[in-house]
């Protein structure tokens, strides 16, 4: 079972949350909380690449650190934003602050789980794993959340206000199924991305000028974005529409299907999911 809400949180969530690495995706969810009314000063970054570092404190107010055990202090809520590659060894510098202060332990990183976290950081730990999406920084994304049974209904409140700034929360109950949310959601706007370079350079083979190929895209894509989220309608009933019989929708559609998108889209995720698991293994 899985629940899903899409309400943006009561501005500032309460307490003060420290992000350890402050890089894309941290950026998006800062610039998220800041937009919904957190005041700066309960935002702190550690981060050690100092341009990286100024420009978060300029562009929001938060308050960055080179070090992170300095960033942490007086945080209630840690956000591990670092890249799997690096969680074991930034867990182990702040093992002995975890173990004194008890925050709430939030990962948005794939493929590490709540387990590894929470023995890196010293065992007995509330761990929230999270997998949001670059969407989120528009306040756009959606984030998949699993929480350890250490997290009690205030720390599962707190992590979903933190991450409702960036969008939609969907929360997972089965820790197996995030790297599957990884797979879907967390990579998924490539795919988008993907698709949409496709299709411009095949409108500039059919000898479409770049600059129109490219309008022509860039709309199509948020014109079915919108219409899948706001007709309540299926993709399936949204396409058959689209599709005259015998017209030149059924061309391409056919076209697709005889390819084989959907296997290649399932094999797709089926081989991010299973990257998950090896991210996991690798970085332990
Ligand atoms: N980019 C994406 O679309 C998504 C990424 N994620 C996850 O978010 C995490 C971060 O990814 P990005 O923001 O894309 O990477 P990024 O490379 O932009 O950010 C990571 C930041 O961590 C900093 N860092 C490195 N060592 C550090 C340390 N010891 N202490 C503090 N900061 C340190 C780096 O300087 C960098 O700015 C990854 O674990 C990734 O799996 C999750 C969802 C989507
Ligand atoms: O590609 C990655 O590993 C990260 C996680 C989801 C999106 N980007």
Redesign the pocket.
Known sequence: MSTATDHRPSPAAPGTVAF?????????LIGGLIANGAAPATVRV????EA?RQGLAADFGVSVFAD?GT?VDGADAWV?????Q??R??CA?LGDKARAERPLAI??????TSAQLDRWLGGDMAVVRT????P?LLGAGVTGLYANPLVDAAGRARAEALLASAGTTVWIDDEAKMDAV?AVS??G??YVFLLAEAMEEAAKAEGLPADAARTLVLQTVLGAARMLTESGESPAELRRRVTSPGGTTHAAVETFEAGGLRALAAQAIRNATVRGGE?SAAND
């Open positions: 350890i690495g402050g890089g894309n995706m941290a950026r998006s550690a981060e050690p690449n990286t992170a960033a591990f934003a670092v890249k799997p690096v969680m060894e930034v510098t990962s948005i990183a794939a493929g590490i997998m949001p999406n670059t989120a990884t967390g990579s706007p490539a991210l």
